[in-house]
Nanobody
Framework: QVQLVESGGGLVQTGGSLRLTCAAS????????MGWFRQAPGKEREFVSA????????DYAESVKGRFTISRDNTKNTVNLQMASLKPEDTAIYYCAADPRLRARLAITPDEYGHWGQGTQVTVSS
């Protein structure tokens, strides 16, 4: 079955950096748009970033543009989220997700993604 496993979360100070990795198995990885979402306590899950099947197109939430970079390696079945200039408001559980549909645009809502990882905690201290 499809498995998405996130890693790389942790505790970092304001202004610091982290690199999240999602390792995928049980799917034809290059056939999926991959996304990152996050959910803070008491808040809804929100879109962070997405990358197209080939890696040639990306999208970002306004709140992370210029600070986060998404990339994928279709030879290793991994998708990464490089996070820099982290802020306390970036604190959340970060989830990796996979969308099998070919759409006119990258999927940015949770309902569009059919597979999810278990999440990794990112905590940014002030």
């Amino acid at each position: 079955q499809v498995q998405l496993v996130e890693s790389g979360g942790g505790l970092v100070q304001t202004g610091g950096s982290l690199r999240l990795t999602c390792a995928a198995s049980g799917l034809t990885f290059r056939g999926y748009t991959m996304g990152w979402f996050r959910q803070a306590p008491g808040k809804e899950r929100e879109f962070v970033s997405a990358v197209s099947r080939s890696g040639g197109s990306t999208d970002y939430a306004e709140s992370v543009k210029g600070r986060f970079t998404i990339s994928r390696d279709n030879t290793k079945n991994t998708v990464n989220l490089q996070m820099a200039s982290l802020k306390p408001e970036d604190t959340a559980i970060y989830y990796c997700a996979a969308d099998p549909r070919l759409r006119a645009r990258l999927a940015i809502t949770p309902d569009e993604y059919g597979h999810w990882g278990q999440g990794t905690q990112v905590t940014v201290s002030s």
